[in-house]
């Protein structure tokens, strides 16, 4: 089944100690990117990876850190975490960017205290 | 600043009524509008728009693209309450293939019976 995995679902940390959410995808596809999501702000592009070893900053990427070693393999390191990054979390891959339909994890609910 | 808007930012209607949603975006670079549906997990897609005046359907929705005036709307008619959902507007921009995508705030549509 094509799917995007992202764990964990839920997770709650203090700040300050390093996490990494991870997201794997089976389909292949070349362009990854991560979002996060705040009521009345939709869904903010955090970073976005175009293929092995090629990503760049999206709107929101202060706090955050991401690596693309394998094609298949996109994850969200948040080195501090802060309060401010309470989200919720999608990790989302398509074929290429500017070529339609991205598929979105299920999604991680993070709470900082 | 790319920016994209959608309003209304919630609509309630009754089962059986048609609506119409509205995207406006502000784009450097403009490649394609995609519309998404999100219930309460990821969104998943609906339509990828990229040329004017051609309508895309699929059953009782519709979405069609104004490059000139720089708007998209969604149309759902006879609507279900499973039509219920937040729906959201996407824009994919970029001078080169190193593209982002940028999302509206969504409309939050609840459908009552």
């Known amino acids: 089944e094509a799917q995007v995995t992202q764990n964990p679902r839920y997770l709650i940390t203090v700040t300050g100690k390093k996490l990494t959410v991870t997201c794997s995808q089976n389909?292949?596809?070349?362009?990854m990117s991560w979002y996060r999501q705040d009521p009345g702000l939709g869904l903010r592009q955090i970073y976005y990876?175009?293929?092995?070893?090629?990503?760049d900053k999206g709107d929101v990427p202060e706090g955050y850190k991401v690596s693309r070693k394998e094609k298949r393999n996109f994850p969200l390191i948040l080195e501090s975490p802060s309060p401010n990054q309470t989200s919720l979390y999608f990790c989302?891959?398509?074929?290429?960017?500017?070529?339609?339909?991205?598929?979105f994890g299920q999604g991680t609910r993070l709470t900082v205290v | 600043e790319d920016k994209v808007v959608q309003s209304p930012l919630s609509l309630v209607v009754h089962e059986g009524d048609t609506v119409t949603l509205n995207c406006s975006y502000e784009?450097?670079?403009?490649?394609?509008l995609l519309w998404y549906k999100q219930e309460k997990k990821a969104p998943t897609f609906l339509f990828m728009l990229?040329?004017?005046?051609i309508e895309k359907k699929s059953g009782r929705l519709s979405s069609i693209l104004d490059k000139k005036e720089l708007f998209s709307i969604l149309n759902i008619t006879a609507t279900q309450t499973g039509d219920s959902a937040i729906y959201l507007c996407?824009?994919?921009?970029?001078?080169?293939?190193?593209?982002?995508?940028?999302f509206g705030p969504g409309t939050s549509l609840s459908v009552i019976p």
């Open positions: 996407a824009v994919e921009a970029g001078k080169t293939s190193y593209d982002k995508v940028i």
């Open positions: 990229t040329s004017s005046g």
């Open positions: 990876s175009m293929n092995v070893e090629v990503t």
């Open positions: 989302a891959s398509s074929l290429w960017a500017g070529g339609g339909e991205a598929f």
């Open positions: 389909m292949n596809h070349e362009y």
């Open positions: 784009v450097t670079n403009f490649r394609s």
